[in-house]
């Protein structure tokens, strides 16, 4: 059996995750989530009964503690983070707090027999780049945000923590993730939402800003391959899709879709954090998926008939 913690399991990514865990009976969960942007409705529920959760503050010393010493988990995904562009840009010291949560959390796994900890970290990490596609090698780290710099140094801890005291991690580098549970502060689930209300549906700048996406299925298959099969072990992965596309063209996809009548608009362009390219190499994801990404229309369609996509 396989004790396994998830943190910010109530959030979009890590309840899909642990929805997927939890799908093994050979696995043990416990999620934690103080459900800042998450929702007690994402924890997932198991015919094997198989999953607890706990209310909980990663970045609180007391409360994590209490958690770790009293149930010797063998694995940690830690995906608890503040998250949103806006919100990030607005909080930047609520941003800066998660440098707790990735220190406790090591510290503590240290010390209670953890295996491995797994990671979510961002494309943010490489900041504005210059290099493309994006390799978790070769692309240099270019950070100035307190969101991406904050990701680029919990990746330092868990490297750290690695060389100095032996503990194993693997760290995922997730570009643009989208999917039905996804809260409307992100760029597909707030199209989504304005285009089935006939809202305007609006662009910062001119919306030639070019992202790739993932859609949740091939983020989370890549992910639990990569802990069945122990691969990318004290590693770094970047999880996305490779199709760039402009954001004023997913706009009109989606339009598109819903037989909207939205009309699209331009704001001005956010004062910084909205990057103009990304797209990274997803050489090492295609190993552990062992089939081919989810397409963009294919996963606007799912999104479109889930009954879990809420307005
Ligand atoms: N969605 C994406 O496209 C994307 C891209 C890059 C990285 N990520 C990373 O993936 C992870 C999951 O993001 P998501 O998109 O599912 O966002 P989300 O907001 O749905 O999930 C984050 C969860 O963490 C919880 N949380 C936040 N701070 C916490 C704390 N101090 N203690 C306990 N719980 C806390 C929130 O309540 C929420 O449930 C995050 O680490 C995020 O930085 C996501």
């Not at 770790?68 to 010291?93: C, K, W």
């Not at 945000?145 to 060389?163: G, T």
């Not at 199209?191 to 089935?196: G, Q, W």
Request: charged share 25%; hydrophobic share 40%.
């Amino acid at each position: 059996m396989n004790k396994i913690l998830v943190t910010g399991g109530a959030g979009f990514i890590g309840s899909s995750l642990a929805e997927k865990l939890a799908a093994d009976k050979n696995n043990s969960l416990v999620i934690i989530d103080n459900l800042a942007t998450g929702s007690i409705d994402k924890v997932p529920q198991s015919p094997y009964g198989n999953v607890r959760f706990i209310k909980c503050d990663v970045n609180e010393w007391r409360d994590v503690a209490g958690i770790m010493y009293s149930q010797s988990f063998d694995y940690i995904f830690h995906y608890a983070a503040l998250v949103g562009v806006t919100r990030t840009l607005e909080n930047p010291v609520k941003v800066l707090n998660d440098l707790s949560g990735i220190h406790h959390l090591l510290s503590l796994a240290k010390n209670c027999g953890v295996k491995r900890v797994y990671f979510s970290s961002s494309s943010e990490v490489y900041g504005e780049s210059f290099h493309f596609p994006q390799h978790e090698e070769t692309t240099p780290l270019n950070s100035r945000l307190p969101y991406a710099i904050v990701k680029n140094a919990s990746e330092s801890y868990l490297k750290a923590f690695q060389q100095e005291y032996g503990l194993e991690y693997t760290i995922f580098r997730f570009f643009n993730t989208y999917g039905p549970r996804q809260t409307k502060d992100f760029v597909i689930s707030k199209f989504i939402a304005r285009a089935l209300k006939n809202e305007p549906i609006e662009l910062y700048g001119d919306g030639l800003q070019t992202r790739t996406f993932c859609y949740i299925d091939d983020n989370v298959d890549a992910c639990v391959s990569a802990f069945n099969n122990n691969l990318y072990v004290n590693d770094v992965v970047n999880i996305g899709g490779d199709l760039e596309i402009h954001i004023a063209d997913i706009a009109k996809l989606i339009v598109k879709l819903t037989h909207s009548k939205s009309e699209i608009l331009n704001l001005p362009p956010l004062p910084e954090g909205d990057m103009t390219r990304r797209k990274p190499d997803i050489t090492r994801m295609r190993k552990l998926l062992s089939r081919d990404p989810v397409t963009l229309e294919d996963g606007l369609k799912r999104i479109l008939d889930d009954t879990r996509f809420i307005l």
